[in-house]
C-alpha cells in the first residue's frame, strides 16, 4: 500500500519512465554476465587469455563516466533531455542485436570497442534521466523518486543475472541475453513517449557561457560545494572495490567461491540484487531518520564490513546471506549519495554537476577493473586482492565519519539543528 500511495504522489510521468527503465535493466543486468561469459567462450575457443581480460571490458564500459560524464553535462544543460534518453536507448539497441547476431565471428577487440560505445551511451542517458527526475516530481520526494529507480535497478539485477547464467546454459552461449536486452532498451524509448515533453531544465534567462567554461564551472562548483565535494571523493574509492568486483567476478565465482556452473554464478551474483533492492526500499526511511550524511557513511561501513567477511565464505547460505548483506550497505549509501547532488546543486548547472560528479566518483570504476584484475590475473593472486581491497570501504567511512557530511548534511525533513522537522516544514 506504501508503494501504491507514493507512486500515485509521484504522478503518471514518472511512473512511465519507472516502468520503462525496470524493462531495461532487466536487460542490462542479463548482460552484466553475458559479456563477460562471452569474453571467457572465447578465451576457451582460442586456448588464451587471463581475468585481465575481463577487467579491460569493464574498463572501457565504464571509462565513459570520465570522459563523456565531464563533457557530457554541459550539453546535457543546453539539449533537451527526453530527446538524448530516446537516441541512447535506440543506440545502444542496434549495439547488442549486433552482438547478439555475431557472436561467433566477433573478435574480443571488437568487444572491447563495443564495449566503450555502450557505456558512453549509457553515461548521457543516466545524466539525463536524473537531471529529469527533479521535473517530474517535487523535490520533497526526491528520496522516494530516486529509491525506487535504486530499487528496481537492484531488483533486475537479481533476477536478471540469473536468467543470464540460465539462458546461457539453455542456448548454449550469450546470443540469447545479448539480443534480450536489445529488445529492452527499444521498449525503455518506447515507453519515454508515454512520460511527454520535459521543459527544459535551464531557465531562459540564464546565459549560456562558453561550452569548455561550463564543464570546467561545474567542476570548480563541485569542489567549492563541501557536500559535493566530499560526497564525490568519497564515492570514488568503494567505487574503486567496485569496479574490481564486478568486472572479475566470474573468476572470483570460481576461484573464490568454488561454485560448479554457469547456474549457481549468476545466483550468486544475484544475490546482490537482492541486497540492493532491500538497501533501496530501507533507504528514505533511514535517511528520514539519521540524515542524508550519516545515512551514507553508516552504509558504507556495512557495506565494507560485509564485503570483507564474504570474501572468505564458499557457495551457500552465508555467502548468499553477505552477498546481500554488502549490498544493502551499497544500496543505502547510493540514495543519499544522488539527493546530496539534486539538493546541493545549482538548478542551472544540474546536468553539469551531476554528470561531473558521476564522472569523477565513476571514474575510479575502470581503475579499481584494471589494478584489481592486473594484480589477481592469476587463480592464487585473485583470493588476496579481494580480501584486501574491502578494506578500503571501512576506511571512507571512518573518514566521512569526521567530515561536516556527518555533522550537517541532513536534508529534507531535518532543521538546520539537524533535528527531524515538521512535516510542513520539510522542503
Known sequence: MHFIRTMRAL?????ALWIGQTISQFGTYIALVTLPFLIQHLQELKGEGTNLDLSVVYALETLPTVIVGLLGGALLDRWHLRPVM????LLRASAFFYLAGTVGEITIAAIFAFAFLIGSFTTLFD????SVIPALVDRSRLADANSFVAAVQQAMFSVGVLTGGVSFTMFDGPGAGLFINGATFVVSAL???WVGRVPHHRKPEVERGAYLKEVVNGVRYIWREPRLRITTLSAAIPNFVIGFVEATFVALAEDVFKVENKIQTGLLLGFLGVGGLIGALTAPAITRKLGLGRTLTVGMGIAGTLMLCVMFTTYGAAAFALQAGWMIGISVVNIPMVAIRQHY?????LGTVITATRAISWGSLPVGALVGGWL???????PVVARVFPLLLIGTAVWLRTTVVWSDTFGPGFDDAGRPAPESASR
Open 376 to 382: 589477481g590475473a592469476t587463480e592464487a593472486t585473485i
Open 11 to 15: 504522478g503518471p510521468r514518472y511512473l
Open 86 to 89: 530516446i537516441a541512447t536507448d
Open 191 to 193: 515507453s519515454l513517449y
Open 127 to 130: 545524466g539525463a534521466m536524473y
Open 345 to 349: 546543486a545549482d538548478e542551472s548547472m
